[in-house]
């Protein structure tokens, strides 16, 4: 089965790092498809970055000439999910619920460790929502913007596991990293926090398989059935603005069947 | 004061309507600007026109040049307030928070009455989020959609009367009219249920001259900060689109001033 | 329109003081009253001086002779406004929901700070039963009583914003000043806390002037319909009490206009 | 020991069925003592005569001079137990709360049945703030106002059945009878309805017994601390109007001891 | 009317304490009948062994051929209530619930002292399910195991306080002993702390008393329906078990009337 | 990997179709080990059966000795979770969880079909205590005994269907096989309705790969610790009881890799 990994935001190292995640995380069979948007913020950290990369995510996804059979959404707390459902035949998964989900298969409570403090609201709400709240025992910044994440791997860990902390001694009985730059720490956290660490995207990856892998897909009765026929002025946006040459054929997405378990 | 009032679609007779009920709800004093997308859906019946609709509003938000004081959204449980929040230094209203919450001063519990049976979930989820589903007897659709309220008026009210009856024999004991296509409909229904029925663009107007009145404004301290300073990419995506010429300054933006009250 | 503001102590240096912070609330033509029970305790200090004042005020409202819009019930946390509401035609605002409901117009969580620890249960539970504490981040007390408040301004002041310091600390947005008798003081507040402070009194006068704007009022059809015909021992107790010679009359009822915006 | 049982009304005849009921529920040893406030509504069917009658049940407690060493009171959804709570130094039980705390030692959820309508969002209130809703599968009125209770029993035992269908249906596994003046009625309607059905009076009365059996008393800590000192107008009510000779001491008070049980 | 304490370990001392606990909360006339199970683990300090406990209880109530009016379930968060109201046609009163319920009758809001941390998340899940987990503010654990308490009573009551001081801070305005092991201490923490110490076996017997003197008992018509016919391997467990000579008649169960009120 | 499945009770039809879905929802490389309690009920349902059941499968864990990576409980609603997660160091899905999760992962709401309507406060109450009945739209029975699945499977079909239809009315968007009796028909089922049906039988068999495959396990922490060494008398309880010969290495357990991939 082949599974398209979206990242959110238009920074490539980071769909690469998401990309690697989700690799690392497939069962032999699975090949792993990772792109980003076209055009968009370079990363998502509020509700306006958040609601524009919802649109830039569906635009993308509506412009994809590449078949797939789920979709694993790699932002953390953002929108856009439920519009995805709708667009999509194939099933779609979140890494904040997916990353709660797998959790709450663990431990009783669960944290977050995430990365501005503005976006704890912001995920909070994703989960009350989702319907995944209740035994969460706390949702926590470390202070760090998604990029710098980056920047200093070894002070991010570090952040990370003081955040972590926090949340635990809160009741939190696993922790889930809660950005999809965080993803490839879990370990590393683990190794120091003695409790269970959830990387969101290799979660949704294997929740993928898991649907797929039982012919399930998204319901269409209600919720998610598919958009109504009408007229969308510009869309989709992507055909409709100048994003430069060839932009929506390399686009960082990369199409090289996943090979680590061979 | 002057209120912007946004249409989320771009069906210029729904702004026209919109406009209409603001400017009857206004205020000696108060300023009405009523404006749409200039791109999206012509009307919003789901997550992912919601969501479309949702960038487009702060787009359009993002490329107005002329001011005003606070902000209505009139777009009935889709998804994007929070965005207009941070971005904008004035009070955001939205008519879906705005009609439950006065509701809630009338009456032991609301209902809403909405367009689709699809939108359901989507209202009682963004209730939920605002914290202000607890005192929801029900919300329910009739079956019409957004642009079929149009049609047929007289049925449009029957059928409205119908839900709300159904809502009533649940507990509600106020109704708040759930789409911004039912603007101006409140009186004819209220007539035959019994109980007051909210129509939730009055109700944004009147609570943003309240909160405009005292001088407040939303919080910029936490979840609704500004933008942190950063690359987003064909951002504001209007100047990037070939969306015909004029289009920015007249796009069924009414600027005259509203002179119902004098 | 002209507005009733009850507090609902018999402390006539409140009432004017409550009054004052109406009528800098108040629209230009909007009107304001302001009167306090004819007996029962000098400050609502707990459940029981709650009800005495609950059942002074509801024998107020039956005695006084003056017509009046609305009524805004100046309690914070106490008992009484939905027997008020069965009472009168008019719609009725209280400043605990009040506050509540504009805090969460203007940030994703907001914060009481309020006067004795003892209170702080009382304010939840009526937040609660309002259907409004799912976004409240905490309530908090000061430490002073009600009359303390205003012994030594610039202390209270102090306290205030030690305790809303606190709040803040635990997520709260917005604050909410929680006491009749802290009418007047949320600028000084706001300025040190930068985070929007909401008044209640002002809120409740800006949200009477709403309702009634748009012409709604109570829901009649089933929590607060008219009482029943019925035989109601000593009442109203005002007149059965003796009370002194001309108090119906004077009782600290401010009846002037308002002029604040003239 | 000595339970005071006060019905909140001033019916006498529902004093005297309520009376019976507590003496037939007493264990030996046990004295009730029933009486009633001294002013007020002769039966409470809504929010103001509820706040009008909590205020003369307080004051009936300040004045009443024949110590007692609990306080059941046998009103149902009303409001004022927690200011006797504040009053009394002796422990006071609520025959709404004690009907769902016995109902709940029965069955996995319970439903109640009253007598209007227009009481069931007071109900529910009053049993969502006593943090015992969680359980309630419904509550139900019969459409009989309090004193229509008595006019024709079999009648009122059979609309009492058929809305305990009701909320049996929705999954109510035991039945509390939402009304004072019900009291007495249990039996009938159990042996109709093939599930427990509870009498708030009687329950209470033995959760008196289990509490003053303990040695235990209410918290006097936070919200229940006693009242502050300070000046009350015309408190305490009942000393200051013109109540008819001798009203204090007979009033309807039973102090006969019961001998049911000897 | 005879009540049967049901201590869920095998340790003797711990019956004989409960039975003491459980004889001086009784009512003259009330006999009390404590036991234990003839297997499982000698103390209850996690899910595993609380699962033995429930089968190992549910057996002892299968084979003891004593009539009682009433079981007191002595376990303090530990599963197995709900399969002895299946089981018996008397009411089933569990600690936990008691010492919640009783503690709601005193108090806004109630804390619970524990042995292990280990157990916190585990009586918040029977609370929880119980409907009573709303107006806990706080479970914390003493880090005492449940036969640690007896070692060092004094050191036992130390860390009670300790832990019971922290609760009162974060609201608790009542007190619950969480763990059989702690009955008969209420006491000395009650007279440190200055709030109501509710001893959970004391609160039982006392609603013991209460449901079966009303002559009610639990419903028998959806969750606690009999069990239905069928054919269960082993069972009874102990009757297949070789648990040592004329152990089903003696052990640890004292059959002695209580005598401390005569 | 090696799954091992855990029938509940003791029919060993029961089993092997439990066994056979469990194969067919297997990723290539997943070995399926079908197994049930050696004593305990043929049948389990309510408490008292659940309780023993609970017991017995802790029994049947402590006793084989096949090494395993992961835990599949097929009973839906019983307790005995949290045992066997303290009980074992690889990690532990439960039909029950693992059906409602998928479900969220599938559409907003969900519905549960059962058995008998006896078993349905019990599933609720573990979806409650498992933080996942937020978006349960209703549990429902079809009122055929567990056995009684297997008598007529075209009846059966006929009453899932039936009820299933009862609660995507009540708005369930994808429909949950409430027992681990009807396994195997979700696609009849599904066939019928057009929304998506989830075996939960299946789902935790590939939540169990998904966890397995990404090394994670319980969190040994708090909750789920490994028992305290202590003294467990007749413990394990079948090496005490008389179980016949060559029970414990045949016992319908079947240790066949499965094949239904190659």
Chains 1, 2, 3, 4, 5, 6 share one sequence.
Not at 2 to 11: C, E, G, K, S
Not at 113 to 124: F, N
């Amino acid at each position: 089965m082949r599974i398209l990994v979206m990242n959110p935001n238009t920074t490539a190292s980071m769909t690469a790092s998401i990309r690697a995640t989700a690799i690392a995380a497939a069962a032999p069979g699975t090949e792993i498809l990772a792109t980003e948007p076209l055009w968009g913020p370079v990363s998502i950290e509020g509700h306006f970055e958040g609601y524009l990369s919802a649109a830039a995510v569906l635009d993308r996804l509506a412009t994809l000439d590449t078949p797939f059979d789920a979709l694993v959404m790699a932002g953390f707390g953002e929108p856009g999910r439920e519009g995805a459902q709708e667009l999509l035949d194939v099933p779609v998964l979140d890494i904040t619920e997916s990353a709660a989900q797998m959790a709450m298969m663990l431990g009783h409570a669960y944290g977050v460790v995430t990365t501005l403090d503005r976006a704890v609201p912001q995920i909070q709400d994703r989960l009350l929502t989702a319907g995944l709240l209740q035994r969460c025992a706390g949702v926590r910044g470390t202070g760090l913007g998604v990029l710098e994440l980056e920047e200093d791997p070894e002070r991010t860990v570090e952040v990370i596991i003081e955040a972590a902390r926090a949340v635990v001694r809160a009741g939190a009985e696993v922790i889930c990293l809660g950005c999809g730059g965080m993803a490839g720490l879990d370990e590393k956290v683990a190794a120091e926090l003695g409790v269970p660490v959830v990387d969101g995207v290799a979660a949704a990856v294997k929740f993928a398989e898991a649907v797929v892998g039982l012919g399930l897909t998204t319901s269409r009765g209600r919720s998610f059935a598919p958009p109504r026929p009408k007229s969308i002025g510009s869309w989709p946006l992507s055909t409709h603005l100048d994003l430069g040459r060839g932009r929506g054929s390399s686009c960082h997405t990369d199409f090289s069947a996943q090979t680590s378990d061979i």
